[in-house]
């Protein structure tokens, strides 16, 4: 049965950073790469980060645009685990953060930036 749970959301201040884990258990075969969205308040979900988990592209990385140099994503293969490490987060990060492989999506964990 698969399973992808995300943790690590919370309150943080302006400029504060947080790390959402991604824990993807129970696929039988590979998923290719692993992704994390954010849905906002009245908007659609949309792509934050993405890592290739298998081929020539393993671990490779891409962003969208607003989170550019913030936004670290990173993977630890041994434990199924994928991060987003959020570094300088600004109020317009707040939202729900999905995690996504395949056609499979996690539960979703709050962020909010708020002073």
């Known amino acids: 049965q698969v399973q992808i749970v995300e943790s690590g959301g919370g309150l943080v201040q302006p400029g504060g950073s947080l790390r959402l884990s991604c824990v993807a258990s129970g696929f039988t075969s590979d998923y290719y790469a692993i992704g994390w969205f954010r849905q906002a308040p009245a908007k659609e979900r949309a792509g934050v980060a993405c890592i290739s988990t298998t081929g020539v592209t393993e671990g490779s990385t891409r962003y969208t645009d607003s989170v550019k140099g913030r936004f670290t994503i990173s993977r630890d293969v041994a434990k199924n685990t994928v991060f987003l490490e959020m570094n300088n987060l600004k109020p317009e990060d707040t939202a729900v953060y999905y995690c996504?492989?395949?056609?499979?999506w996690g539960q979703g964990t709050q962020v909010t930036v708020s002073s």
């Open positions: 996504k492989a395949q056609i499979y």
